[in-house]
């Protein structure tokens, strides 16, 4: 397993950007496969979008894709989220998850919480209308 810290989240007006970061420790970093998850208050956990770790294949949920981006610099070990044109509906704790996953698994297999064993502790995205 390898310990996950997220930061970088915060108020936003609804069009507005932030970036997430999720600083990882430990040395093997670059074969994990890494995902943000969020939960909206009373909603379950929902896979936002994953980065897998061998040839850095990208994969998000419908909602996101073309407004957010997935990104490691695995010298830095570190993945971030870029989130642009943000919507009320955003509004979240976005959690960092790290887990070992096959090269060239599919997309539903990043999308399941199972998936991984090792969860930060959540950073607050709250966007305003």
């Known amino acids: 397993q390898v310990q996950l810290v997220e930061s970088g989240g915060g108020l936003v007006q609804a069009g507005g950007s932030l970036r997430l970061s999720c600083a990882a420790s430990g040395r093997t970093f670059s074969s994990y496969a890494m995902a943000w998850f969020r939960q909206a208050p009373g909603k379950e956990r929902e896979f936002a979008a994953g980065?897998?770790?061998?040839?850095?294949?990208?994969y998000y949920t419908d909602s996101v894709k073309g407004r957010f981006t997935i990104s490691r610099d695995n010298a830095k070990n570190t993945v971030y989220l870029q989130m642009n044109s943000l919507k009320p509906e955003d509004t979240a704790v976005y959690y960092c998850?790290?887990?070992?996953?096959?090269?060239?698994?599919?997309?539903?297999?990043?999308?399941?919480?199972?998936?991984?064993?090792?969860w930060g502790q959540g950073t607050q995205v709250t966007v305003s209308s």
């Open positions: 980065i897998s770790w061998i040839v850095s294949s990208t």
């Open positions: 998850a790290a887990g070992r996953i096959r090269p060239y698994s599919g997309s539903n297999t990043y999308a399941r919480v199972g998936t991984y064993d090792s």
